[in-house]
């Protein structure tokens, strides 16, 4: 009831992806985990979750009517085992959790991907980078997977800023340069229109 596991994801660069897509005439579906950004823009039609399970149920539901699926969520990949019911107390010595794995959203999305819709993923490596990303861009069944690097000064977590890399399947990688997550999703949302 009082702590949790979270991550240092911010949310901007979904949020500036359904911006976009909203721009462009989409009618946008935006799931998003605990954030503390706003949507004022109409044409997105907003689910918040505070889970991995959550945002896996919210996502399969809209999967089989969207064109495009856009996955930038981080989320998590392994959660308690057994929560808490009550407040952990501190106690001498260290403390162990056991974690559990939860569903890759984004495998089953892959998995379960209708015919003619464009599956997009984001991939945040720190080593093996390239590799990494086409590993799960083709593990996962994906048209495109953006991949963040945490090496950029102002690329990452909590900036306004981002630095990304979209690949394609085969070897087309187009590499950015260091831009502002809306410009960053305007060219994300480029690469998709040309592949629709
Ligand atoms: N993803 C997901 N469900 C999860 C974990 C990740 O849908 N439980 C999605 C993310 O939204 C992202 C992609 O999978 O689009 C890659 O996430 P990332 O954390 O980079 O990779 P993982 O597949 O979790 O692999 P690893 O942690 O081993 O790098």
Redesign the pocket.
Known sequence: PVRYIGNRSSGKMGFALAEEAANRGAIVQLVTGPVSLRTERSGIERTDVSS?AEMADACKQCSPHSDVVI???????YRPAAPAENKIKKKDGALEITLEA??????WMGKNKPNGQLLV?????TNDALA?AQG?LER?NLDLIVLNTLADAGAGFGHDTNKVSIIGKGTKVDALPLLSKSDTARAILDHIETLL
């Open positions: 991995a996955m930038s969520a981080a989320v998590a990949d939860t569903e890759d959203v984004l495998a993923g984001f991939a945040l490596e990494n799960k996962k």
